[in-house]
């Protein structure tokens, strides 16, 4: 198992090779377009954009499919994933939520909630062994 950035996602790849399921970890790189808040082209005037890079946790090449592994969905984690689906919205990105926190303590919309509203496909604690089957 090669370095992992996280507790969680080393808990998904031994669940993946305890259950014979082929992965490959942070290989892919997935270009998409970030608009910048705030910010304005000065050649067109139009809104300001940036080409950004999103390197997904793991890879299926059996499925066709990506697992991002989340302990904590911050503002900015939400911002890149909504950038990453709108530039490529034939992806199929799925999320491992490590627990189903609040968005924002203030608000009663959680991670799973998110997930739903932006059409992202989504398992809570442990990884949906459906999605393999």
Same mark, same amino acid.
Request: glycine share 6%; net charge positive; charged share 30%.
């Given at each position: 198992?090669?370095?992992?950035?996280?507790?969680?996602?080393?808990?998904?790849?031994?669940?993946?090779?305890?259950?014979?399921?082929?992965?490959?970890?942070?290989?892919?790189?997935?270009?998409?377009?970030?608009?910048?808040?705030?910010?304005?082209?000065?050649?067109?005037?139009?809104?300001?954009?940036?080409?950004?890079?999103?390197?997904?946790?793991?890879?299926?090449?059996?499925?066709?499919?990506?697992?991002?592994?989340?302990?904590? !969905?911050?503002?900015?984690?939400?911002?890149?994933?909504?950038?990453?689906?709108?530039?490529?919205?034939? !992806?199929?990105?799925?999320? !491992?939520?490590?627990?189903?926190n609040k968005i924002t303590p203030a608000?009663?919309?959680?991670?799973?909630?998110?997930?739903?509203?932006?059409?992202?496909?989504?398992?809570?604690r442990s990884v949906d062994k459906s999605?393999?089957?």
């Amino acid at each position: 198992m090669e370095q992992m950035r996280s507790g969680a996602e080393i808990n998904v790849a031994t669940w993946l090779e305890h259950n014979g399921i082929k992965y490959e970890y942070e290989t892919h790189k997935v270009p998409y377009i970030s608009v910048i808040k705030g910010g304005e082209c000065e050649k067109c005037g139009g809104r300001a954009v940036q080409n950004r890079v999103y390197t997904p946790d793991f890879w299926f090449p059996t499925s066709g499919f990506y697992i991002e592994v989340k302990g904590r !969905l911050t503002s900015s984690d939400r911002k890149k994933m909504r950038d990453v689906k709108r530039s490529n919205p034939t !992806l199929d990105i799925r999320f !491992l939520f490590v627990s189903n926190n609040k968005i924002t303590p203030a608000k009663p919309e959680r991670y799973s909630d998110w997930a739903d509203k932006y059409g992202f496909p989504y398992c809570l604690r442990s990884v949906d062994k459906s999605w393999f089957e």
